[in-house]
């Protein structure tokens, strides 16, 4: 056996063994040290890709396309317009061509305004080809619904606030302990250090803005979150207050002031008062048949009326528009999970989708395919 300190090798010394290697062949150090640091620098930038925000991961995969579709759901509300709005306003200051759209109608009257005042241009889709882009962003709801074809489109990028099962291909934020979608995009605008500034302010910058939140997207995503927790008063979380005060300082208040007051159509009113005198009540909770309607959206504005009738905790308003039944419910009753039980009613019923949150829910049924159902059905009434 040779001798170790013949060789010049300390046996039990680790520095002279790396020095005698290095005498032989300082190549073999020099690519062993390479070698460290490029595992170094690859276990740092892993380290910073897991730490980015949900904000910075979901721009970065926006970033990566040249233009995309956002979708908002069938009959779009501020929650959903807001959401579009915001995510536009992300893809404009990375390059990114961006169409804004939804199937269905927008039919209520705080809908409509929302879409005039803040002068909104969104297109309408009936089936998936209508979709300008492939890549497709949805925002406040995380499976496409309510046009032909829907089936077939999968998203890029999902944000939203209903509970449900849909992700997206490059990116997913379903948060449902929220109040709102908008509170989850104005994090986003919070995260990446975005200034919302006063529509003077604005006005001033001359279209050098920056990292600037103009006054349109505050005020709209302000009005988001008001909208779905009925002004801050159900179904809020941390995320709906911290988010409007964030806002807060972008707002349009005389935008603000239009949409949240518009004027209401007449349908509105008659279906309202259909659903009171019609109104049927068994011990705390009540349910109505307004029979058809032009205006869907009247629905759940009159589920909100019979909310208001003392001692009446869970209500349920049901009417018909064209070949679709709509349901739309309200519960103040924690024995009574809103959604939950929509979804229970139509579970076994062809071409019926329904679903929501404890306090809220609603529903489509096909009339078509609801005919020769109780026939076939053994059904008895308690």
Avoid at 189 to 203: D, G, T
Avoid at 325 to 350: N, W
Wanted: with cysteine; aromatic share 4%.
């Amino acid at each position: 056996m040779p001798d170790a300190a013949a060789s010049g090798v300390g046996a039990g010394d680790p520095s002279d063994a790396a020095a005698a290697v290095a005498e032989q062949d300082p190549l073999v150090l020099g690519a062993a040290v390479v070698g460290l640091l490029v595992v170094l620098v690859a276990l740092w930038w892993g380290i910073r890709w897991f730490r980015r925000t949900p904000g910075q991961q979901f721009i970065s995969h926006l970033a990566d396309h040249e233009d995309v579709s956002v979708l908002m759901h069938p009959n779009p509300d501020p929650d959903a317009m807001a959401s579009a709005l915001a995510v536009a306003e992300f893809a404009d200051h990375a390059g990114v061509d961006t169409s804004l759209q939804y199937p269905g109608q927008i039919r209520h009257q705080e809908n409509r305004a929302f879409e005039t005042v803040l002068d909104l241009d969104f297109d309408h889709v009936d089936t998936a080809n209508d979709l300008v882009s492939d890549d497709v962003v949805l925002v406040d709801h995380n499976e496409p619904r309510g046009f032909s074809g829907a089936e077939r489109v999968d998203p890029i990028a999902v944000v939203d606030h209903h509970p449900g099962e849909g992700t997206g291909s490059e990116f997913t934020d379903v948060r449902p302990d929220h109040g709102s979608c908008a509170s989850i995009l104005s994090e986003y605008f919070q995260q990446q250090n975005w200034e919302p500034v006063s529509p003077k302010e604005e006005a001033a910058l001359n279209g050098d803005a920056g990292r600037v939140l103009s006054a349109d997207t505050a005020t709209g995503l302000l009005y988001g979150i008001q909208s779905d927790t009925k002004h801050l008063t159900k179904g809020c979380s941390e995320a709906e207050f911290t988010a409007s005060a964030y806002l807060y300082e972008g707002i349009d208040e005389d935008s603000l002031d239009r949409i949240a007051n518009p004027q209401v159509d007449a349908e509105v009113l008659e279906v309202k008062a259909r659903a009171i005198n019609e109104r049927v009540v068994r011990n705390a909770f009540a349910v109505a048949d307004v029979d058809e309607v032009s205006n869907a959206d009247a629905i759940p504005q009159a589920a909100d009326e019979l909310t208001r009738l003392e001692g009446v905790t869970a209500v349920v308003v049901m009417g018909q528009r064209d070949d679709t039944l709509h349901l739309s419910g309200r519960s103040r009753d924690d024995r009574v999970h809103m959604g939950k039980a929509l979804r229970a009613v139509v579970d076994d019923i062809p071409m019926a989708n329904a679903g929501g949150h404890a306090r809220m829910g609603g529903g489509q049924l096909s009339v078509e395919h609801m005919e020769g159902l109780s026939s076939s059905t053994n059904c008895s009434t308690p």
